[in-house]
Each structure stands twice: as C-alpha cells, then as structure tokens.
C-alpha cells in the first residue's frame, strides 16, 4: 500500500495556490505538493556573466539585465517600424532595438525586468541589438537585478506564465524541501559510493542554483535515482531467472562443437570467438544463461548462436530457434540444415501453416528427442508442443518478441538457458534501458570478407537514370527490391505509395519485367508466397513496404531503391540495407530523397556500414523513444534521465542495482526501497515474476 506524507496532500493548499490557481496547475499535471516540488525548471537563463551596462563597448557579444523605462515603436521612411526600449540597470541606461519587430510593443512593459543577449553597435550612440530576451519580472515582482542569478524557466500553461509558477514555488520551496528531507529513496551508503546528493538538495540545487553546475548536479542525482530503479527491477528479474531455479552446467566434450567448426570455410572473426567464450562460460556455469546477442547486419549471430545449440546437443539435451516470420524460421531450417551436414544433429521445423500430419510429425520428433534442434515460431511455444529436454533456447529478432513471450520461453524447459539476438545494433544505454534483465554480447567486427553495399543519395531529378540502372541489373540476372513508407496514397501526405507505385512500374516502367508487391496489410500466407516467389528468382523487382525490414536472404537481391528515404530513421534504412549484399556480386542501396533537411543525416547513412554508429547517430537525431519502435518495446518515459549524456551513470545504477539484489533478493533489509519499487514499477515487476 502506497504511504502517504504531507508532500501528496493537494496543490490547492499550497501558499499562493487556491481553488483557480489549482485547476491551472493541474493542466501542467501538478495536482499535489509533492508534484509542484519535482515540477523543475526546464532550461536556465544564466545571469552569472551578466555584464553592466556602463562597461558596454560597441562591437562586444553581451548579456545585460535591467529595467525598462521607456518604450515606443518608430517608423522609418522605408516603412520600416522599430520596436526600442531603454533598459536600466544600477551603472546606467541604454537603448534597445528590435527592428521590423513592432509587435513587442504589446509584450514588453515599462517597468519590467529583462535579460538580454546580443551586440553592442554604435548608431547615435551605444544601442543594444537583443538576439534573444526573457521577461524574469513584471512591475512590482520581486526579482534580483545583480549578476550571478541564475533564473529558473519553468513549464508553464495558459492563464499562468512561467514567472508566477517561479513566485509560487519559491515561495513554497523551503517548507516542501523540509517534508522532502525524510523521503530520499535511496540509502545514505548508496549515495555516497556513487557521489551524488540527497534528494532535497538535488532539487534545492534545481530550483535555486547558485550556479549552472549545480543545476546539473541536481539533475544528476534525480537522473540516477530514475536510473537506478529501473535497473533494480532488471536485478531482480535476472537474479530469479539466473539464480533461483538452477541451470545445466554444460560440458564441452567437442563432439559435435569441433568438428563443426572445423568443417567451416572460414574463419570466425575476434569478436565472434569472444562472444563464444561469454556464451560458453555461461552455460558451463550452474546458473541459467540469459543473455542478449546482438551484432551488425552480417556480422555471424547465427553462427555464434549454433554453436551454442550444439553445446546443448552435445550433452544430451535439445535447443529451440525461434523466428518473428514463418519465412525466416524456413530459412533458418534449411540453413542449419545445410550447415549441419555430416553432423548427426537432426532439425526439425514447426511452423503454423504446415499441415496437421507435419506438425504431428514434427511435434513427435520433439517429444522423443528426436529432434536436437527445433527451429519454429510461436508455435513452439503453444501448449500441446512438449519437448523432451530442451537445454537452450534461442529467440531470432529480439524486438518482435516482448518480455512476456520471452518468459513463455523460458518456462518450456524450466532449466534452460536463453540467447536473445537482436535484429540491429542498439546503442549501449539503449541495450541496457530495454534489455537490463539479460547480460550483454556484442559481436562488433564483420567478417573481412563480407562485400559493402554502395549506398548513395539522389533526387527526383536523377529518378529516370535509378530506374534505368534497375533494368540494367535486371538484365544481368539480378533482382531488385523498391521500397516505400506507405502502403495506401495518402490525401494528407504527399508520398507515393507502394500499391500506388506497384501499379506504374508494373505497367508503365517495367512492363516486360515480373513484378510483385508485398506489404503489412496482406494476409501471411499471401505475403510470404510473394517473399518465397522472390527468393526462387520467379520476380525480377519487388515493391514493398518495410515488412522486409526482418526478410529472408536472396544473394541474387543487388539492388535496392528506397522512396522517400528522408522518411526513414537510419536505424531502420540500414536494416532494410540489409536485404542486400547478401551474394556473391556488387550491390547497391540508392536513397531517393526530396527534401534537403535531411541530407546531412543521409550523407551520413551512406558513408559507413557500421550499424552502432547509425544507432547512435540515430538516437542523437530522434531520440531514444523512436528508435526501434522503442514506445511499444515497453521503454520507459525519463524526466531526468538523458541515455546519451548518461551512459556512465546508467552503467552506474545497474552495478549498485545487482549488488543490492545480489545480497538482498527480495529487498527484505531495504523495505523502503522495495516500497518505492513497487509503487513506480508494481505492474512491470509483476510481470517479471512470471515464472
């Protein structure tokens, strides 16, 4: 039950609030004390170089404060009209000019306190030219006009500006702060090892910092706290899914594991063998693995991953591969078939649409052992499959599967271990934000003879010569994929759509040519005859959408055209890059792109292949939330927290989160912390405890 404290009673009682004040400080969602306390500034007008008004000299870049004391608009003979303002301060006066800005006349008051940045010129005398302003006080407002001050700008709404939200929490800040003393979260031990402050002090230092650092120390400290709580809830799921129920200790008895890689025509590159060594110091360990694989489009993650099935048939048990698509579960299949050959490791696929004399065919080789590998969907995990020792789970294309399916997968074998890979790299915050709960491998070198895929970015006026060097490629015996953002035109979006676009290619463009269309909105077996049609080289072009984000490998695929790719995160655009470069000759991805404002990031995307520098580029550009579909991947929303910015700090809170649990499970001797936990992330933690 959540405890309630004098910080939760409601704003209206609040000094300065009452009745109206309080249903405008609801629309900013502030509806008790204690969410007017953490309503903090969101930028900060620093004051603390301010220079006097006397020292100005034209040509200096300044920032100056002081009162208006006269104000007027002037027009010139050219039509021209110039707001101006003299500003005052307690060294003396000057004049301010906003040419061709009349309409600050309605905004800018005689008597109110202003911070000003811009250039001292000299026209009839010094003249300020403010290239921004802020209003810190009306007439009458009590307001510091000194340097030094740093000014708080805090999220305001209509019918309440962000100078009284400013008056109203500063003059309630001390008593909130006094009731916010005996409510710090986190232990004192805690804090000291990390080296941030006490929760009052942090938002004393926001509210009302002496200085730009100590707003970001403040900052700091709430962006742990935010931080560190989610990484606990990650300890304590990876403590009960590693710790509480024993694991298989695998031995290594090199039956099946040397001479597979000893069969390989090539040689695994530094990365993957020390990825392999993570994997196999896990699963020689008695605790379960659970472990996040992620790598670069092509970097090896499959082969990695079936060494690691091998382990599990080599002693005695079985492994389980589960694909997002019934396409890519069959491919899957047949690529551990192939390279499996000579091997006595019996595959065996189970997929959905399969008839029911296959499936139970499959389903007994499951139950009997038969099968040492069982590659699949979600249909390996419904009820009526029963496997006879599964050993080791991997999941294909980690973001299509959520934490509940994941725990489904871990309760078919009730020892197993579990490989998740990633479909695309993820940055390292991101990784550890989305993914807490599992330990990490990544796989960040490509093997040396893997060809690049030329990228390049053209315009709609180079769109006849794209379409010539498809037929080109065409014409050698290769195919080639377009891609576009829509399925359906769209009245409010001017963008070609792929249905839209399947049609002109199909009769106007390539009317000698076979061409298919694919997208979202088909049924799956419909969708999957257009992919696997494709793949038997039975269509030259192939018209999507992003559904072949997560595809099958045709080496003959060497080219690919994307549509609108300003529309596209490059996290995405390289996932779709993906689908080429898969064989033997040259390939090519060629980004058609009508605006401008994003040619910086597309340059960008065509000059390297190295996805963890797209990610993180990407999520600089869009932010965390968008990346991936992050939202429907269940990340959560910070106030405080920053991923770029913290990264050290996130490593941080996962660190003191697991030391915590390591000692303390259930949080039995931290019942304040296990109290806090639940009130933030009761539900979410409910859902780790499956299993």
Not at 43 to 70: F, N
Not at 443 to 462: G, H, M, Q, W
Not at 465 to 482: H, M, P, S, T
Request: with cysteine.
């Amino acid at each position: 039950m959540p405890t309630y404290t004098d910080l939760d009673r409601p704003a209206q009682f609040l000094k300065g609030v009452g009745p109206k004040r309080a249903d405008l400080l609801a629309k900013l969602g502030l509806l008790t004390a204690r969410d007017v306390l953490f309503h903090v500034p969101h930028r900060y007008e620093d004051a603390s170089t301010v220079t006097r008004i006397k020292a100005l000299e034209p040509g200096m870049e300044a920032t100056i404060v002081g009162r208006v004391v006269s104000k007027g608009v002037l027009p010139t003979r050219r039509g021209l009209r110039i707001f101006q303002a003299v500003v005052r301060d307690s060294t003396g006066l000057i004049e301010c000019s906003w040419p061709g800005q009349p309409f600050l006349d309605r905004t800018i008051t005689r008597g109110d306190l202003l911070l000003l940045r811009g250039t001292v010129r000299f026209y009839h005398g010094r003249q300020f030219q403010p290239k921004e302003y802020t209003v810190l006080a009306r007439e009458g407002e009590d307001a510091t006009e000194e340097s030094g001050t740093i000014f708080p700008v805090y999220p305001a709404t209509e019918g309440l500006t962000h100078r009284q939200v400013r008056t109203l929490i500063a003059e309630n800040l001390d008593d909130l702060l006094r009731q916010a003393r005996d409510e710090d979260p986190l232990p004192p031990e805690l804090r000291e090892r990390v080296g941030v402050a006490g929760m009052a002090q942090a938002l004393e230092w926001m509210h009302r910092p002496a200085s730009l650092l100590d707003a970001e120390a403040g900052r700091r400290r709430l962006a742990f706290e935010e931080l560190f709580f989610l990484q606990l809830l990650y300890a304590q799921a990876h403590h009960r899914a590693a710790m509480e129920r024993p694991g298989i200790p695998f031995q290594r008895t090199d039956r099946l594991v040397k001479p597979f890689h000893k069969s390989l025509p090539f040689t695994l590159t530094d990365a993957q063998k020390r990825v392999l060594r993570e994997i196999g110091e896990d699963m020689g360990s008695p605790r379960r693995m659970n472990r996040l694989l992620q790598g670069d489009v092509g970097s090896g993650k499959t082969i990695v991953a079936l060494f690691a099935m091998l382990r599990a048939v080599e002693n005695g048990y079985q492994a389980a591969l589960m694909a997002p698509t019934e396409i890519l579960a069959e491919q899957h299949a047949r690529t551990l078939t192939k390279l499996l050959d000579g091997l006595p490791v019996g595959v065996t696929l189970l997929t959905g649409r399969m008839g029911a004399k296959q499936r139970r065919e499959a389903g007994y080789r499951i139950a009997s052992g038969g099968a040492g590998i069982a590659v699949g969907t979600h249909a390996l995990i419904q009820e009526s499959v029963a496997f006879d020792r599964l050993g080791l789970v991997v999941v294909d294309e980690q973001h299509r599967f959520g934490v509940k399916q994941r725990m489904a997968l871990a309760e078919m074998g009730t020892l197993a271990d579990m490989l998740v890979m990633s479909a695309t790299p993820i940055p390292r915050s991101l990784a550890l934000t989305l993914y807490g709960d599992l330990d990490v491998s990544v796989i960040d070198e490509r093997p040396p003879n893997r060809r690049p895929v030329r990228t390049a970015l053209r315009y709609e006026s180079a769109r006849a010569k794209v379409l010539g060097f498809v037929r080109e490629e065409v014409e050698k015996g290769r195919q080639a994929y377009f891609v576009y953002p829509l399925v359906e035109e769209s009245e409010k979006v001017d963008l070609k759509s792929a249905t839209e676009e399947y049609e002109r290619l199909k009769s106007e463009v390539y009317p000698d040519l076979r061409v298919a269309l694919v997208h979202g909105q088909m049924h799956g077996d419909e969708k999957d005859e257009v992919m696997r049609a494709f793949a038997a080289g039975d269509v030259d072009v192939l018209v999507s959408t992003t559904v072949i984000e997560v595809g099958i490998d045709v080496p003959n695929a060497t080219v690919m055209v994307v549509e609108h790719a300003d529309r596209f995160g490059l996290s995405q655009l390289h996932q779709l890059r993906g689908r080429v470069g898969r064989g033997a000759e040259d390939s090519f991805c060629i980004l058609l792109a009508s605006g401008a404002e994003a040619r910086e990031r597309l340059k960008l995307f065509a000059s390297t292949e190295d996805g963890f520098r797209i990610a993180e580029y990407d999520m600089r550009q869009r932010g965390y939330g968008d990346l991936f579909g992050a939202r429907q991947t269940g990340l959560p929303g910070f106030r405080f927290a920053d991923l770029e910015k913290d990264m050290v700090l996130l490593g941080r809170a996962q660190t003191e989160a697991r030391r915590i649990v390591d000692a303390d499970p259930e949080l039995e001797r931290h019942p304040l912390l296990r109290r806090v936990l639940e009130e933030r992330y009761g539900e979410r933690a409910r859902m780790y405890h499956v299993g």
